[in-house]
């Protein structure tokens, strides 16, 4: 649909909110004190290449304070900026459905019973999720706002084995679908810049998520961070790494946009790791500065969400 003077040219999650609950809401990130199948042993170790949770979490959101502590720092952090909202209790850090069904259920049930919280938002990984988890989940998700949110990272089987992913695009693709069917909303996360992929794959696998029977997708730029395996890889050979500029970036998300299905909403577009961890490209960009830029460059460009959609249609 073209954009008019009052709509978008793409759909943004804020309106998403703001069409499910009528009012501000915001997340709250808690680590559940969990760990990922490429950690423990179980597919892996070492985890992902580029992954170090420290580099994303708040200062409020650390496990040893417990699920309630956090959400009540959390709380008290955000009720200074804004007054009267409500909140998600965002499971973040690593993946938050790997773990027995009853510590599950423990740990969600104590985040919905703090004060303003109206519902969760469940990060994990297509291979950690049970039968079971995910009828629990279904249950919980007509009592409340669920969302679980898939971290795919590529479409593209050769790159998620480079940085050490586990699991393919085939494993992502199921988990979401039984996902779908159970009728739980669904997020999926994708990185661009990952070592190996091609322009040309980023954008294919984008539309390849999007036909999927998602909800919301959240995209970032590859970061170099800190403490992690990959960090170590791109100080010894940085040849290998094709690290976009802030400007390629742009336009490449612009592509994207003009290309997914035109009904997905669109959490984030970028991630500025702290200064501490950062280690390329350190563009000193944030988010709303760059959906402020990205709505200018797609009026210049004449783009708008699905302008160039060929798929399967609306999920």
Known sequence: MKPTESRKRYNDYPAYFKELFGERVQKLSIDGGFTCPNRDGKKGTGGCTFCNNESFNPGYCRAVSGISRQIGE???????????????????????????LEELRQKYEEA???????????????DAVTDDVLDYIAGLSRRCYVCVEYGVESANDEVLRTVNRG????????????TAERGIRIGAHLIFG????????????????CDLPIQVLKLHQLQIVRGTAMAEQYLRHPEVFRLYSYEEYLDF???????????VYLER???????????????GIKNYEFVAKLEKRLRERGEWQGRWYRGKGKK
């Open 74 to 100: 959390g709380r008290a952090f955000f009720a200074r900026k804004y007054i009267g909202q409500k909140y998600l209790a965002y499971f973040q850090a690593y993946s938050n459905t790997y773990a027995p």
């Open 112 to 126: 919905l019973d703090c004060p303003d919280v109206v519902g969760l938002v469940i990060a994990t990984r297509p």
């Open 167 to 178: 699991h393919t695009f085939a494993e992502a693709e199921e988990a979401i679908r039984k």
């Open 194 to 209: 990952l070592p190996g992929e091609s322009r040309e794959s980023m954008l294919e696998g984008a539309v390849r998520v």
């Open 253 to 263: 998300v612009v592509d994207v946009i003009g290309h997914i299905r035109p009904d």
């Open 269 to 283: 577009f970028v991630n500025q790791s702290p200064e501490e961890y950062l280690i390329a490209p350190k563009w």
